[in-house]
């Protein structure tokens, strides 16, 4: 029987258990969100399931027992894998508009659905494995995990795709008001990075597992190949946890510059804004359901302060008129009769 410790599934595993200690570390420094809940959730289930891995393949336990745990291991392993994904889709699930979130929404579910079913597929073929004792139905595994990856990859195009569609027009918006976009460049290239990553990783391991050739064992060059993919894929939460540390500190600074330059501005600034009225903080359309800090508490919102409407504005100034008008204490009437020339 083989050591626990001495194999990789047990370093696979012990990655997972500091993945969840430092999101706890996260938690901490920020507090508990949806989009910190994600890396938590993932590592947990990359604990889980290299550890059932173990029990199943690389230890005699009784069939029914090694089957089961096969199962369980084959779910924690969707969770784990399917689970990168919703990092960026409980954002878009906030900031879309519901147009866009018609189309997103289900096809980001159909593709999970095809996902999963792919891994419900894989369950059950590893376990009559099990049950008959061959590698006879390996070939039908490797089929199937080459639709599960792409199909991995695929929805985190999906979801790249529309995260940068809004980041590129909040930052083009914020542009156009000569408002700071840093923390929005910040965003669109940690979206990139993850699309880079996320879909490579798919890409590579359908191609890699198509030459698996048992059920576990990293037996053949291409298996171990596989097997450091793998390992990258269960660090991945820690990329999670440094866009939530970075979006943090990028927030903090430009509030302390938003706060400089506005005690800066002198008492010149101020006389000014008595006579013009004053740009009041307001939200960029469709971002205002981030100032909900239990989805995301480290930055997005900066984002939603961004531009007011014409609208707006002119509800503004219509305001501020008569704020002015009721503190002085004066009220005049205008009235312009315009007749054509000649009438009289």
């Not at 595993?13 to 901490?28: D, E, K, Q, R, Y």
Request: hydrophobic share 45%.
């Amino acid at each position: 029987m083989d050591v626990y410790f001495e194999s990789s599934w047990a370093i696979l595993s012990s990655i997972g258990i500091a993945n969840f200690l430092f999101g706890l570390i996260i938690v901490s420094i920020t507090r508990l969100s949806v989009v910190v809940a994600v890396p938590l959730v993932v590592s947990v289930a990359t604990a889980v399931a290299n550890g059932l891995c173990f029990y199943a393949f690389y230890q005699d336990h009784p069939t029914t027992q090694k089957a089961v745990a096969s199962v369980f291991a084959d779910l924690f392993w969707l969770i784990q894998e399917v689970g990168l994904s919703f990092y960026g889709y409980v954002i878009l699930a906030r900031v879309l508009p519901r147009q866009e979130k018609r189309i997103f929404v289900p096809m980001f579910w159909v593709i999970v659905a095809a996902i999963a079913g792919c891994r419900c597929a894989i369950a059950a073929q590893r376990v009559q494995a099990l049950v008959s004792g061959s590698d006879s139905l390996q070939v039908i595994i490797n089929h199937l995990h080459t639709g599960y990856f792409i199909c991995i990859a695929l929805l985190e195009c999906v979801t790249a795709v529309f995260l940068l569609r809004k980041f590129g027009s909040a930052k083009k918006a914020s542009q156009n008001a000569s408002i700071r976009t840093g923390l929005l460049r910040h965003f669109m290239r940690g979206t990139e990075i993850r699309l880079a990553t996320l879909a490579l990783i798919g890409v590579s391991r359908a191609i890699t597992y198509f030459f698996q050739t048992s059920l576990q064992a990293a037996s053949s060059t291409a298996s171990q190949i596989d097997r450091f993919i793998y390992t990258l894929e269960c660090v991945f939460p820690m990329m999670f946890y440094i866009d939530v540390l970075a979006s943090r500190i990028k927030f903090t600074g430009s509030s302390q510059e938003q706060s400089y330059g506005a005690n800066g501005m002198g008492a010149s600034a101020k006389m000014k804004s008595r006579s013009t009225p004053r740009r009041a903080d307001h939200r960029y359309p469709g971002w205002q359901e981030l100032d909900d800090e239990n989805v995301f508490p480290m930055g997005l919102t900066s984002v939603s302060r961004a531009v007011p409407s014409d609208a707006g504005v002119l509800a503004i100034s219509d305001d501020a008129r008569k704020n002015g008008a009721s503190r002085n204490g004066i009220t005049k009437t205008v009235e312009v009769n315009v007749s054509k020339a000649g009438a009289d």
